[in-house]
């Protein structure tokens, strides 16, 4: 008993200051690639050369164009072509819509927007998700389970996963949807109640990422279920899901 | 031994030398290196061969000589299958059939392992569904079955799982995996290409300097290219910051399962740490980026080295106390002793890896018997425990935290100078050629198996994910069990189903 105390009191008091403070990301961290405005064409092409899933086009026509939703953040574009591609520190990256996740030169994508009022008013103080994963590789699963942890303390804003479909608000996607788990997503969904959200989690589950095309595949969650917001990573900073989950509920502006 | 190449560690066989014997000499050659020699089977598949249909390849490991053994036999439609006189061969003998149409005839439970479709075959046509195959049942008064999964209670990777119990005892597990299955062995063939390291990388995420750091030596034998020594260590950096991380959580969930949330909450914060230890190297925690072929993807800064050091004296500290409360915990304790035991003969008989071997006693260890990079220069010693139950799957884990902070306090102290990479040139690894090697992940022994085609691109490459021996081990801890031990039991393999499903 004495021992737990003792342990309690010197494992201290660990959650981030976060929303209220910036959190602390790596040096090293790469949030989302910039194109250089301005820059030639012809600059891009080597960097969608380099691009290992079809993330960045680029080709002598037309205009070029990095889609966040693919994008395993690798930095093989900004390798090829430091010029006309650099990673920034900006780990806000969640959109409730396809299109807003496609780069070009110069521009910025909107953050994601929050949820309908009525869905707001429903789960905006207390969401319950529940997480499959669909053929990912465990990185996404971790980065999302642990903002249950004290660092993160999602709980605190009311988020939480459990168990059973039937106890949740919502699913939390991840993973590129093999055809084996395509049955077992659908059933998943089915089970929860209405009014639901679908929530994709990293490259795999947006537009099924390094595995892409493959046959085995069905290139992500929105091939199955409807999806509302989409986070992309390879996997996602933790702090990029908190992120998206609380612009969702309209908990951050 | 004629019937076998030998080759070391990271080592390279030009494919004339490949022994091609008969059916029955190879069936002999393999079953007496296991029964007598004390060999292991690393790695057994099959190759579409020019000449015949296919080649089914045997690498075995000599633990005692820090050799591999590496044979073949050409087989057309049926063979005499291995897994009657030696169990270690059955997930591998399961997935020839599914893939490649051949039998092993006499194999005791042929069903399918991942529910792939077959090579060669357009992938739609003729898959099998998942899942839907005869489960071995036990019949009789009150006997029943439980049946859990894919989707589980908890975020964790989807798998099934089919109990037959007799009240609260569990009789037999059988697991049915595949739901995971990407189809990553089949989109190798033809590489390396821009695709292939990002395969590697999340072939199993948790794995990620694992599976990268085989990969990227299998590309520097048939390349001959040497890493730098300082990409060596920071490798071996790498993969020890890979083993504690999830070595912590590991410790964690354990604790959590049996509702000890002190040493859950502390050591699931504390994992998490330590990926952040490697995102200062990498700039990702999951080490996205790291290892490359020729070494690693980026240098560490002096400035780095001296934060890595401070970061990793408070997570020693930090786990050392949240450890020992579990340890001390008799609640904790009384769950974790005498649940889910192995015997070292069990284990050595479905040829367990990793922790999950050391557990039982058995002092295997790739950084020991086979030592690669880093681990050449600088010993870790081998941490086993007898039991075989849970607490000695959970102990072990603590005494290798234990020794790899000290070997990553000791390397990142004396980092040698120079360059961390040596790029390989594009398009230059050696035509017709076999290359092995086995690298000891966080989980235990990983294997990859690469073949060259004539213009040097990979006809064939074999992923053997530590998970792929140890999933039948779990099914035979749980023998006899309660049902509700099943948690702890699963926790304390921690296995790979992404891994395993590929
Ligand atoms: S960082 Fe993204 S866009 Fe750039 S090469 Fe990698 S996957 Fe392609």
């Known amino acids: ?253 | 031994m004629t019937e076998f190449a030998r080759l070391p560690n990271g080592g390279v066989l030009p494919l004339a030398q490949l022994p091609r014997l008969g059916a029955d000499r190879f069936r002999a050659a393999v079953l007496e290196a296991v029964s007598k020699s004390g060999a292991r089977l690393s790695a057994l598949f099959a190759c579409p061969d020019a000449a015949q249909a296919h080649l089914l390849i045997a690498v075995l490991a000599l633990d005692d000589q820090g050799m591999l053994a590496v044979t073949s036999c050409a087989v057309e439609h049926e063979y005499a299958a291995l897994t009657p006189d030696c169990p270690q061969a059955q997930g591998f003998e399961r997935e020839i059939a599914e893939l490649w149409g051949i039998r092993p005839l006499g194999h005791p439970w042929l069903k399918p392992l991942r529910f792939q479709p077959p090579r060669g075959v357009p992938a739609a046509a003729a898959r099998p569904a998942i899942g839907l195959a005869p489960f071995f049942t036990i019949t009789g008064e009150e006997i029943h079955e439980v049946a859990v999964g894919p989707v589980h209670a908890g975020v964790i990777e989807p798998g099934h799982f089919r109990f037959q119990c007799h009240g609260e005892t569990v009789y037999h597990l059988e697991n049915s995996l595949g739901y995971q299955h990407r189809g990553v062995e089949r989109a190798l063939v033809g590489g390396p290409d821009a695709r292939t390291i990002h395969y590697m990388e999340t072939l199993a995420g948790d794995t990620t300097i694992g599976h990268a750091t085989s990969y990227s030596r299998i590309c520097e034998a048939l390349g001959r290219n040497r890493v730098p020594a300082r990409g060596q260590a920071l490798r071996g950096v790498a993969q020890e910051l890979e083993r504690l991380a999830n070595h912590i959580g590991d410790l964690g969930a354990l604790a959590g399962d049996v509702g000890f949330l002190p040493t859950m909450s502390y050591c699931g914060r504390i994992r998490g740490d330590v990926l952040n230890l490697t995102a200062i190297l990498c700039g990702n925690r999951f080490g996205r980026g790291l290892v490359r072929p020729g070494g690693c993807g980026c240098d560490i800064k002096a400035a780095d080295v001296e934060r890595l050091l401070d970061r990793l004296e408070q997570v020693r500290r930090d786990t050392a106390s949240a450890v020992q409360l579990l340890f001390e915990s008799p609640t904790a304790r009384a769950r974790f002793d005498d649940t889910g035991t192995l015997s070292a003969e069990t284990c050595r008989e479905l040829g367990l890896v990793g922790v999950a071997a050391r557990a039982c006693g058995l002092a295997r260890d790739v950084r020991r018997d086979f030592p690669y990079g880093i681990f050449q220069f600088a010993q870790l010693p081998v941490c086993t425990w007898e039991s075989g139950d849970v607490f000695a799957r959970a102990y072990v884990r603590w005494m290798e935290i234990q020794q790899s902070l000290i070997f990553v306090r000791e390397q990142l102290a004396a980092l040698p100078e120079g360059d961390v990479r040596r790029a390989p040139a594009a398009g230059t690894l050696a035509p017709e050629r076999l290359a092995a090697a086995l690298t000891e992940g966080w989980r235990g022994e990983i294997c990859h198996v690469a073949i060259t085609d004539a213009s040097g691109r990979f006809a064939c490459y074999k992923l053997v994910d530590p998970s792929f021996h140890n999933w039948f081990g779990l099914a035979f801890a749980m023998r006899g069990q309660q049902i509700s031990d099943f948690p702890i039991c699963n926790k304390s393999f921690n296995l790979s189903y992404c891994g395993h499903d590929l």
């Open chain 1, 1 to 253: 008993m004495w021992s737990i105390i003792k342990a309690r009191w010197r494992q201290g008091y660990r959650t981030a200051p976060y929303p209220a403070r910036p959190p602390a990301l790596p040096d090293r961290f790469r949030g989302r690639p910039e194109l250089t405005a301005g820059a030639p064409a012809a600059a891009f092409v080597p960097a969608a050369a380099a691009c290992p899933t079809g993330a960045f086009t680029a080709s002598a026509g037309a205009p070029p164009a990095l889609d966040l939703g693919l994008c395993l953040f690798c930095g093989a574009c900004a390798a090829a072509c430091p010029a006309a591609v650099n990673f920034t520190s900006e780990h806000r990256l969640a959109a409730r819509h396809p299109e807003n996740l496609r780069l070009t030169p110069g521009c910025k994508p909107p953050r994601a927007a929050p949820a309908e009022n009525s869905l707001r008013r429903l789960f905006g103080r207390s969401l319950r998700l529940r997480q499959v994963c669909a053929g990912g590789c465990g990185a996404c699963e971790a980065d999302s389970n642990v903002l249950g942890v004290p660092t993160f303390d999602m709980g605190r804003f009311g988020i939480q996963f459990v168990a059973s479909p039937r106890h949740a608000d919502g699913l939390l996607v991840t993973g590129p949807v093999p055809e084996n788990m395509r049955l077992a997503l659908r059933k998943t969904y089915d089970a929860v109640p209405e009014p639901k959200v679908v929530i994709a989690v990293g490259a795999c589950a947006i537009g099924g990422g390094p595995y892409r095309d493959h046959p085995e595949v069905h290139n992500g969650a929105a091939a199955v279920i409807p999806v509302d917001l989409f986070i992309p990573g390879c996997p996602p900073h933790p702090y990029t899901i908190l992120d998206g989950l609380l612009r969702f509920l309209g908990r951050i502006p």
